[in-house]
């Protein structure tokens, strides 16, 4: 294959990746919410029951399980051949991270924990004192849903980017 078709076959691959998980982190987190929750009515915002700390400690564990798994992942394609390694001028943002995988995981781990913040900030301005279980069933598995969907394009660059001794100039 030439770099164009495989930069293509990338581009499918992520976009297919990125559908599934969220898809899979929607319906999943959701359900966790009313699976946990289901009993009550409203949730508060905040407190030892509220949303925004559940929603702050899913952030930061969403971002480490689906960027360590997708980096594994992109590693494994690349190794088998099923995706091309990338050249650094073909990572895109994933041209930043760090090297090491562990180094990224907790990259993204930060980044989720800050995407959530920034999020309940609005909320917290937008004066949400509480939502109740179907709002915070829905918001949770959105957001959650579009987050792994965003880390999907990042992490699997960085787990496609090429080990020095795979390019010979």
Same mark, same amino acid.
């Given at each position: 294959m030439?770099?164009n078709s495989?930069? +293509?076959h990338?581009?499918?691959?992520? @976009?297919r990746?990125?559908?599934?998980?969220? !898809?899979?982190?929607? !319906?999943?987190?959701a359900?966790?919410?009313? #699976?946990? &929750?289901g009993? @009550?009515?409203t949730?508060?915002?905040?407190?030892?029951?509220g949303?925004?700390?559940?929603?702050l400690?899913?952030a930061i564990v969403?971002s480490a399980?689906?960027s360590a798994i !997708? &980096?594994? &992942?992109?590693? @494994?394609?690349? @190794?088998n051949?099923k995706?091309?390694w990338?050249?650094?001028?073909e &990572? %895109?943002l994933?041209?930043?991270?760090?090297?090491?995988?562990?180094?990224?995981?907790?990259?993204?781990?930060?980044?989720?924990? =800050?995407?959530?913040?920034?999020?309940l %900030?609005?909320l917290?301005? =937008?004066?949400?004192?509480?939502?109740? *279980?179907? #709002?915070?069933a829905g918001l949770?598995?959105?957001?959650?849903?579009a987050? #792994? #969907?965003? *880390?999907v394009?990042?992490?699997?660059?960085?787990?496609?980017?090429?080990?020095p001794e795979n390019? +010979?100039?």
């Open positions: 030439n770099r495989d930069r +293509q990338l581009q499918k691959h992520i @976009r990746e990125a559908i599934g998980n969220f !898809v899979i982190n929607t !319906v999943f987190n359900g966790i919410v009313y #699976a946990i &929750m009993s @009550r009515k949730i508060p915002f905040s407190g030892g029951d949303f925004a700390a559940d929603l400690i899913t969403l399980i689906v !997708v &980096m594994w &992942m992109g590693r @494994r394609h690349g @190794r051949g995706l091309a990338l050249r650094t001028d &990572m %895109g994933s041209r930043g991270l760090p090297h090491s995988p562990l180094q990224t995981t907790l990259v993204f781990a930060i980044a989720g924990m =800050l995407a959530a913040a920034i999020s %900030g609005l917290s301005q =937008l004066g949400v004192d509480s939502l109740s *279980l179907t #709002a915070y949770k598995g959105v957001w959650t849903g987050w #792994a #969907a965003l *880390l394009p990042l992490a699997l660059r960085h787990g496609l980017r090429a080990p390019f +010979q100039k």
